[in-house]
């Protein structure tokens, strides 16, 4: 394989209910670099103690467990490893490393001192890398506390101002009580998918929020010497 090359293997497969817990894994090498794209299938017997050390990040594409099951593992072993001690660098939006985030702390946050002799507290960042790529959202929501000790929700922009109903709201779906949020000034969007040899395939229509993300240039970067960079 030439320097320059990318080298694309499939891992797992891409069945979420396979009998041999083999999903959503692929490996990824730039330049000589490896890198994870999603970590659902047992990667230990795979790669080996030397080969997951190798790994320079892992890029997620979103938090369902077929995609992710493998992640505190890989996680408690970098942290855990004498010669690396280190963070892993997770790739991917804003919102899917939130979701990482509250999925992962359960297990990860609460564990053994090194000497294995008591159980303490390690924030999740102490672990953890997220590596933001793509807009990040203009407006998100916050959990507060009231006086009387109730908490509520309130939508919030980047900088702390609380936003009205005009232009956004928070809808709660009642079957799994999880907060949304529903944008005013949303717009249309219609683009033609091609094919390879440029021929029309289709028509799609997209619904966007016009003022859902800020305009920021995110890029990422991945580079000969294997680091992560953003820019």
């Known amino acids: ?32 670099r490896s890198y994870l794209l999603d970590c659902g299938t047992p990667i230990f017997p795979y790669l080996g103690y030397q080969g997951i050390s190798e790994i320079k990040g892992i890029f997620a594409t979103h938090s369902h467990e077929d995609h992710k099951r493998w992640f505190t593992d ?19 939006s804003e919102t899917i490393l939130d979701e990482y985030a509250k999925n992962s702390k359960g297990a990860l946050e609460r564990t053994l001192s090194f000497d294995s002799k008591k159980v303490i507290d390690v924030p999740y960042e102490n672990m953890v890398e997220p590596i933001v790529i793509g807009p990040r959202s203009k407006y998100f929501i916050n959990l507060k506390k009231g006086g009387s000790g109730f908490f509520y929700y309130q939508v919030e922009d980047r900088q702390g101002n609380v936003i009205g109903p005009d232009k956004a709201k928070i809808f709660i779906n009642p079957a799994a009580t999880r907060p949304r949020l529903l944008y005013n000034g949303l717009a249309f969007c219609t683009r033609m998918m091609r094919r390879a040899n440029g021929s029309s395939l289709k028509a799609i229509t997209v619904l966007i929020p016009a003022s859902f993300t800020k305009k920021t240039r995110m890029s990422f970067t991945m580079e000969k010497q294997g680091s992560l960079s953003r820019r």
Request: charged residues 15%; contains cysteine.
């Open 74 to 92: 890989i996680v408690l072993f970098s942290f855990y490893n004498p010669v690396l001690k280190s963070k892993v660098r997770l790739v991917s």
């Open 1 to 32: 394989m030439m320097s320059h090359d990318i080298e694309f293997e499939v891992i797992g497969n891409t069945s979420p209910f396979s009998l041999m817990g083999e999903s959503s894994c692929y490996l990824i090498t730039v330049n000589g």
